[in-house]
């Protein structure tokens, strides 16, 4: 189960690769930024930047718990009213080049991923994140993908190029 | 891959039960209590309770991060000295009937587990205690099972069961 979907950024054609693993029940993904490692671990640990572009477009995104160092927690809303979506997890470790996390959506409250990101320095400002996304069953990794979650990953990474191109990371 | 073995405490003969899942890299591990619910909670979340079970006799336990709540941090020194042992995670999930952590031992700081228990009530003042530890590879689950852990898991449920019969939970 493959989902390539490709993007326009500026000039750059940037593609997010999303692909269920074949042996255990876990979702990888990598996806190429023009950004340091150092502005991708920013992008992801400071509050008000992780805020502007996570998320599918259009869609309002509250932080209501953000503790981003090892052993600390986060939390968030997106959306509002009646048609909001919470999630939550902690942070197990907060480094340089990698950040290790428990991910709920509140939605399906028992349900638990465990999401490792490393951010592989690719050279002249370069950066390839890889986020691996670990299930504890075959069926929740396979309906997680089947639940259109490219979309806003899509739409939310495209957010994150506009910003490092902006200089705003 | 499965290891069964048998403590006697008191006039009751209890029994753990490990076992490698046949189709996800994870480890599953049942073990009944003459406790409730209610007493496995506090002995998983009282810090001073679980620094006199957990591990394998005779080994100094030091809790050096105690914050046993969702969202919260763990962390502990087992031995002291050259012959000291790290753990550390975070607290995803804590409630009454489960608690959902992530766990690392400090020799191998880029593994992770996520661990699930759950607390089934058995009735008559009984518990079985589910454990689920989720494994990021096949590979480094069978390391695990291979690494002797099932002695400091027996040792450490035995002092459980010993506490509980001295009414100390």
Redesign the interface.
Known sequence: MTSTSTVTTGERITTARIEADP????IRMTRDFAATPEQLFRAHTDQDLFARWVGPDGMDMQIT?W?AR????W?YTAGSGEDSYGF??????VRND?I?Q?F?FDGEP?G?A?E?LTFEDLGDGRTRLHA?S?C???EGRDAWLRSGMEVGVNEGYAKLDSLLADGAV
């Open positions: 042996s255990i029940p876990a718990d503790d090892t052993g600390g927690s939390a939550h997890g902690c942070f197990h470790e990698r290790v428990t709920t028992d638990v465990l490792t691996l670990l504890d069953s075959f």
